[in-house]
C-alpha cells in the first residue's frame, strides 16, 4: 500500500510538475478551434537546455526547439535580468520577464536583451532567423528571395514547414524556459516583437495566455492585402494560398488574446501597410487595444525597439508605472474631428496627420499635418480644407511619450 501510494505520488509530480511549482498553464479553452498546428501541451513544458557561458552578463543558452523534417533542432538563445547585468549572477531577486522576437533572418540581439535588462526585465531572445545553427536549427535563408520563400512557398510542404510555425513555437518554448527560472514572476511576463517578429507576436500572443501583457512593432495580420508581400503572395497556387491563410495568417489567432496590446507602426513603413494594421488591431477588443501609429518611424530593429512606450505599457501592469494615454472614440462632427481621451499625465502636444493621396504605395504616401485643441475632456482638430482620406490624432504627454487614436478611413 505504501509502495502504491509512493507511486500515484511521483506519477503526479511527474505529469503536473509545472503547476505544483507555481508554473502557470496555457488555458487551451480559450481557444475556440479544434485545429490548431501548434501542440500546445508540448509548448508549454520546459525545454531542455544547457548553457554554452553561464558567467557572462548576458548568458548563452541552447535549448531543443521543435523538429525540422523530422530531425531534432536546438535554439541559440541570449538571456540577462538585471542582476546578471550588473553582478554576473542572481542575487534572490524577482522581475517580470520578456520574450524578444526579432523578425527578417536576423540572429539573436544580445543588445535588446540589454536593454531590457536595463529596464528591469529577465529577457531571452532567440535566434529566430538560425544564423548561429544552420546545421540543427532548421533552414537559414540566404537572401530576401528565400526568406520569402520560408515564409510563404514552404506552405506547399504543409503549414509545419513555413518558418512561422517555427518562430511562434520558439517563442513559446523560450517563454516556457523564462517561466522556469526561479528570478522570473510567473505572473508578470510579456512578449515584444519587431518587423516579422511583431507579426509572430501576433500570433503568439492570442495562443499563449500565460503572457499578460504584449506590444506589437510594425507586424500585421491580412498578409494577402500587404503590397510587399503580395507580390509574391499571390503566385501561390489559391490552394495553397488558402492554406496559408487559414493556418499561417495571424487573424486566426490575434482574435483569441485576451491581453492588453500595444500596436506600433510608422504612416509610411514600407514593409507593412496602414490599412492592414488598421484591420488587425481591430481583432482584439477595444479595451485592450493601444496604438500609436507614429509619422515618419523608419523599418529597422534598432527604431523598433527605441519607442520608450513599450517600457512605460509594461511597467504599468507589472511596476505601478502611470497607464499610457488613449484615444477613446472619435466623433464625425460637420466640420471637426472630436476625440474623447484619457491620460494621467497632462498631454503637451496633439496634431492631426492626414492624407488625401490614393496613388502612391503605403511607403511614398504624402501626409501632412495640422494641430489640435486639447481641452480636459476632449481633443479636437477642424477637418482639412482638401478633405481627408487616412488620418489620425497624434498626442505627446509631459513625459514624452506618445499614443495615436486609430487609422481613420473615409
Known amino acids: 500500500m505504501v509502495r502504491i501510494t509512493i507511486f500515484l505520488l511521483l506519477l503526479v509530480q511527474t505529469s503536473f510538475g509545472q503547476e505544483l511549482s507555481g508554473i502557470p498553464r496555457i488555458n487551451q479553452s480559450l481557444i475556440k478551434t479544434n485545429e490548431l498546428i501548434w501542440d500546445l501541451d508540448e509548448l508549454q513544458k ?3 537546455f544547457t548553457y554554452l557561458d553561464s558567467t557572462s552578463s548576458v548568458r548563452q543558452i541552447l535549448f531543443k526547439g521543435v523538429d525540422y523534417k523530422g530531425e531534432e533542432t536546438k535554439v541559440f538563445t541570449y538571456y540577462s535580468n538585471p542582476d546578471i547585468l550588473k553582478t554576473g549572477k542572481n542575487l534572490g531577486n524577482k522581475y517580470p520577464g520578456v520574450v524578444l522576437i526579432s523578425g527578417g533572418a536576423q540572429p539573436a540581439l544580445k543588445e535588446w536583451v540589454e536593454l531590457w535588462a536595463k529596464e528591469g526585465y529577465a529577457a531571452i531572445t532567440c535566434d529566430y532567423g538560425n544564423t548561429r545553427l544552420s546545421e540543427n536549427g532548421g533552414a537559414t535563408p540566404k537572401n530576401l528571395e528565400e526568406q520569402l520563400g520560408a515564409m510563404y512557398d514552404s506552405i506547399k510542404h504543409g503549414p509545419e514547414a513555413v518558418r512561422a510555425y517555427r518562430t511562434t513555437s520558439t517563442a513559446i518554448l523560450a517563454h516556457s524556459l523564462l517561466l522556469s527560472f526561479p528570478e522570473v514572476a510567473k505572473n508578470k511576463t510579456a512578449v515584444t516583437g519587431i518587423s516579422w ?3 509572430q507576436t501576433c500570433i503568439v500572443s492570442g495562443i499563449d495566455n500565460r503572457f499578460k501583457i504584449a506590444a506589437s512593432v510594425y507586424g500585421t495580420a491580412f498578409h494577402d492585402e500587404i503590397e510587399l508581400d503580395k507580390k509574391h503572395f499571390d503566385k501561390l497556387p489559391i490552394k495553397e494560398r488558402e492554406l496559408w491563410m487559414d493556418k499561417i495568417d495571424p487573424k486566426n489567432y490575434l482574435i483569441y488574446s485576451k491581453c492588453p496590446t500595444l500596436f506600433i507602426t510608422g504612416n509610411t513603413d514600407g514593409c ?3 490599412e492592414p494594421f488598421d484591420k488587425t488591431i481591430k481583432l482584439i477588443p477595444e479595451k485592450n487595444r493601444y496604438i500609436k501609429i507614429t509619422p515618419g518611424m523608419g523599418h529597422s530593429h534598432p527604431e523598433g525597439w527605441k519607442p520608450k512606450e513599450i517600457a512605460a505599457f509594461f511597467n504599468a501592469s507589472f511596476k505601478e508605472g502611470p497607464p499610457l494615454a488613449k484615444i477613446i472614440s472619435v466623433e464625425r462632427k460637420k466640420t471637426k474631428l472630436v476625440y474623447e481621451y484619457t491620460s494621467a499625465i497632462e498631454l503637451t502636444e ?8 490614393t496613388l502612391n504605395s503605403n511607403e511614398k504616401r504624402i501626409w501632412k499635418s495640422i494641430p489640435a485643441n486639447i481641452f480636459k475632456d476632449r481633443i479636437e482638430n ?3 480644407k482638401e478633405g481627408v ?5 497624434f498626442i505627446k504627454d509631459k513625459n514624452n511619450l506618445s499614443v495615436s487614436s ?3 478611413v473615409n
Open 46 to 48: 520546459t525545454p531542455e
Open 197 to 199: 517578429g511583431g507579426f
Open 272 to 274: 507593412f501597410d496602414i
Open 350 to 357: 496633439a496634431n492631426f496627420y492626414y492624407s488625401v493621396d
Open 382 to 384: 477642424r477637418y482639412p
Open 389 to 393: 482620406v487616412y488620418g489620425f490624432l
Open 406 to 408: 486609430e487609422l481613420i
